[in-house]
Nanobody
Framework: QVQLVESGGGLVQTGGSLRLSCAASGSSFSNYRIGWFRQAPGKEREFVASISWSGLAAAYYDSVKGRFTISIDNAKNTVYLQMNSLKLEDTAVYYC??????????????WGQGTQVTVSA
């Protein structure tokens, strides 16, 4: 079983920055890939970024490339999502998840509770 707890969401103006954190615990969590997903009201859950616990093979959704950075602090068992140059369309509930591979949220069996990110004009 893997437990994930997100933090760091909030309200920010367009062009601002936020850093989300995902603290992992439980058995064998380091065997899973960690992904960030987001879901806006009335929209499908979509992939944002993912990374392995080795810090290798980071992947990003096209719309966030160059603005978001995913990273890992193994000593703290925490995955971060640094979000810069935020846009209105980045507004969503952001979830971290642990899974096997890829950008399909159905491949990730373990989920955090989510943290709200709201970007205002």
């Amino acid at each position: 079983q893997v437990q994930l707890v997100e933090s760091g969401g909030g309200l920010v103006q367009t062009g601002g920055s936020l850093r989300l954190s995902c603290a992992a615990s439980g058995s064998s969590f380091s065997n899973y890939r960690i992904g960030w997903f987001r879901q806006a009201p009335g929209k499908e859950r979509e992939f944002v970024a993912s990374i392995s616990w080795s810090g290798l093979a980071a992947a990003y959704y096209d719309s966030v490339k160059g603005r978001f950075t995913i990273s890992i602090d193994n000593a703290k068992n925490t995955v971060y999502l640094q979000m810069n140059s935020l846009k209105l369309e980045d507004t969503a509930v952001y979830y971290c998840a642990a899974g096997s591979y890829g950008s399909n949220w159905r491949s990730y069996p373990y989920w955090g509770q989510g943290t709200q990110v709201t970007v205002s004009a």
